[in-house]
């Protein structure tokens, strides 16, 4: 069974540049999340979907993230315009309810605004 | 404001040895805990985790103790090994099995054979 993949594994772009990461899930996985880290400190929840439709967003930073989820498949995270804070990993994760409270991680999208 | 804390920021055993990694909670209302291992470049992997009805938790070499009235965990490797040296991360959620993992800083392992 394929694991959660992220695309693209590295991005390098400039400020007020737009990105757009995206996360398969593990197939079937009705919960998908989008989590962050930042400069080597503690992995901060964005935001999760339930299918399509986004149950939690309380962690998104700002306006310049916007996240869908289409068909409740696979998910893309858009930061735009880039700004240089938003430099990180960026992790998705998921899982299935109502089985466990575990979330299986991607490799992570490490981003970088230059 | 940080829920989920890891004020050890690294630690170094000797194979064999123990490591424990330790991990403080604020929030009350948290009620499964779980601890995840990372290696470099790669996403946190799902070690071990324990319900707060519990305060034992056991999968071979580790285990994980859960004190509620002190809102404190820990994870105990034993024997450490070499490829156990990872970043280990505490995490913490409330509520329905699905909802948001709450993590702490990570604690550095460095097993030295």
């Known amino acids: 069974e394929a694991g959660v993949t992220q695309f693209p594994s590295h991005s390098v772009i400039e400020k007020g540049q737009t990105v757009t990461l995206r996360c398969d899930p593990i197939s079937g996985h009705d919960n998908l999340y989008w989590y962050r880290r930042v400069m080597g400190k503690e992995i901060k929840f964005l935001l999760h979907f339930v299918k399509e439709s986004k149950q939690d967003e309380s962690g998104m930073p700002n306006n310049r993230f916007l996240a869908e989820r289409t068909g409740g498949t696979y998910s893309t995270l858009k930061v735009q315009p880039a700004e240089l804070e938003d430099s990180g990993v960026y992790f998705c994760?998921?899982?299935?309810?109502?089985?466990?409270?575990?979330?299986?991680f991607g490799q992570g999208t490490r981003l970088t605004v230059v | 404001d940080q829920q989920v804390k890891q004020n050890s920021p690294s630690l170094s055993v000797q194979e064999g040895r123990i490591s424990i990694l330790n991990c403080d909670y604020t929030n009350s209302m948290f009620d499964y805990f779980l601890w995840y291992k990372k290696y470099p470049a790669e996403g946190p992997t799902f070690l071990i985790s324990?319900?707060?009805?519990?305060d034992k938790n056991e999968d071979g070499r580790f285990t994980v103790f859960l004190n509620k009235s002190a809102k404190h965990l820990s994870l105990h490797i034993v024997p450490s090994q070499p490829g156990d040296s990872a970043v280990y991360f505490c995490a913490a959620s409330k509520g329905a099995a699905g909802n948001k993992l709450t993590f702490g800083g990570g604690t550095r392992v460095l097993v030295k054979p």
């Open positions: 994760a998921s899982s299935q309810f109502p089985r466990g409270h575990e979330a299986f």
């Open positions: 324990i319900s707060s009805i519990k």
